[in-house]
């Protein structure tokens, strides 16, 4: 069985030959760059919430790293399930070609979430997902997709050009919110932990799924 190192590797390769990714060190969004855990740390992922590395017990099982993140259902810090990343997801996500996250997470609790993408800060202000992702409590690994285009973004605290906030944002969100889509302080205390694997940025589903499909055929050509 290939590992997670393997099989993420694979993907991005095809990314990198498709649109000139690099994979060398960067600060800022570049198309099919994955967030897999596997050095050992949170990677620039921070929040309100605790974030601890993983070692084992990812979607791939035994050795594969994951980020836990636990919000504690209180008052103040620490209280929602958020976790937020300015370095590797700030940045121009219309140049890089990126339209979309995917990103592998598991209910650890008791209560259904509702997952949503919130972008802060922007220059065009603040937008979230539209429709949130709901995310079972059931114990088990789901790959969730949130699209990043107009269709799947809603204007909130005032934002008014969604544009403007993807050429330059400087703060990624993933977070539990359920009800009308909202902006900051919106989501209620929760007790609950989501571990969070493979957070990748991806292009159009179109060019995904023709992707998938090279790399399907590439494999069975070796």
Do not use: C
């Amino acid at each position: 069985m290939r590992t997670k190192s393997q099989i993420m590797r694979s993907f991005f390769l095809g990314l990198v030959l498709m649109f000139g990714v690099t994979t060398g060190a960067r600060a800022s969004i570049v198309l099919g760059q994955v967030d897999d855990f596997e050095d050992g740390t949170i990677m620039s992922w921070f929040g309100g919430a605790t974030q601890v590395n993983v070692a084992d017990g990812g979607p791939l099982g035994l050795g594969d790293n994951y980020m836990s993140v636990t919000s504690n259902g209180l008052n103040g810090p620490g209280s929602r399930l958020a976790t937020y990343n300015e370095v590797q997801w700030s940045g121009d996500y219309t140049a890089a070609g990126v339209t979309g996250i995917t990103v592998d997470l598991k209910n650890f609790g008791t209560e259904d979430l509702s997952m949503r993408l919130f972008l802060l800060n922007g220059d065009g202000g603040n937008f979230t997902t539209n429709v949130a992702v709901s995310l079972p409590a059931d114990g088990q690994w789901h790959t969730l997709y949130f699209g990043m285009t107009a269709a799947d973004l809603i204007t909130v605290d005032g934002g008014w050009d969604l544009d403007l906030t993807l050429s330059n944002l400087p703060r990624l969100m993933i977070r539990h919110q359920p009800g009308e889509p909202a902006g900051i302080g919106a989501p209620p205390p929760i007790a609950t932990t989501v571990g969070f694997d493979n957070i990748t940025a991806v292009p159009e589903p179109g060019t995904l799924a023709l992707l998938a499909i090279g790399l399907a055929t590439l494999r069975r050509r070796r």
